[in-house]
């Protein structure tokens, strides 16, 4: 089973400020097949990127994602009053599928 | 616009069973494979099991398999999830999810429903 580990636990920014999400997975990925889900409280996640680096639908420009192999990242840009909440990555290439613990991204 | 709505969780005793339901709108529901994921109360999300569009094929991780079996009726556009033998540890809230076209088994989710949940209490 690959385990992903999501840093930091909590992100504590300003709204405008850039947020750098870390997921780091315990063996590689097959073919960048790694997501990142946005949640917020009381609300089914939100898929924002899949395939390491796509943007899902109606996902804005700001949410980016990169990486390849064992580390990937997630980026918001300019953070958004909407965008403060818990973010997931998640890995698709191997059974089972496996997320991360999550990152709270907080208001400061 | 499309939709998935869960149904059936409630409070259920330790050895007991309950099937869920997943009502899809808005799709071609045969066309895509679709999946559960739940989350214990103030935990992080676990997938749970998935089934090929055409309901051949069927996954599960490995904590649920010989308990849960998971089904679908493209006549009726829904997804089930028959769960018996129910432990405390399957206490969470079950997510019905679409998943985003790809190999089998390589499908990352798409559409999330807004979950049902599950209390396994004596």
Redesign the interface.
């Given at each position: 089973e690959i385990v992903l580990t999501q840093s930091p636990g909590t992100l504590s920014l300003s709204p405008g400020e850039r947020a750098t999400l870390s997921c780091r997975a315990s063996q590689s990925v097959s073919s960048s097949y790694l997501a990142w889900y946005q949640q917020k409280p009381g609300q089914a996640p939100r898929l924002l990127i899949y395939g390491a680096s796509s943007r899902a639908t109606d996902i804005p420009d700001r949410f980016s994602g990169s990486g390849s192999g064992t580390d990937f990242t997630l980026t918001i840009s300019r953070l958004e009053p909407e965008d403060f909440a818990v973010y997931y990555c998640q890995q698709y290439g191997s059974s089972p599928k496996t997320f991360g613990q999550g990152t709270k991204v907080e208001i400061k | 616009e499309v939709q998935l709505l869960e149904s059936g969780g409630g409070l259920v005793q330790p050895g007991g069973s309950l099937r869920l339901s997943c009502a899809a709108s808005g799709f071609t529901f045969s066309s895509f494979a679709m999946s559960w994921?739940r989350q214990a109360p103030g935990k992080?999300?676990?997938?749970v099991s998935?089934i090929s569009g055409s309901g051949g094929s069927t996954?599960y991780?490995?904590s649920v398999k010989g308990r849960f079996t998971i089904s679908r009726d493209s006549s009726k556009n829904t997804l089930y999830l028959q769960m018996n033998s129910l432990r405390a540890e399957d206490t969470a809230l079950y997510?019905c999810a679409k998943c985003?076209p790809g190999a089998p088994?390589?499908?990352?989710?798409?559409?999330?429903?807004?979950?049902t949940m599950v209390t396994v209490s004596s």
């Open positions: - | 994921v992080g999300l676990e997938w998935s996954y991780t490995d997510y985003k088994l390589r499908w990352a989710f798409d559409i999330w429903g807004h979950g």
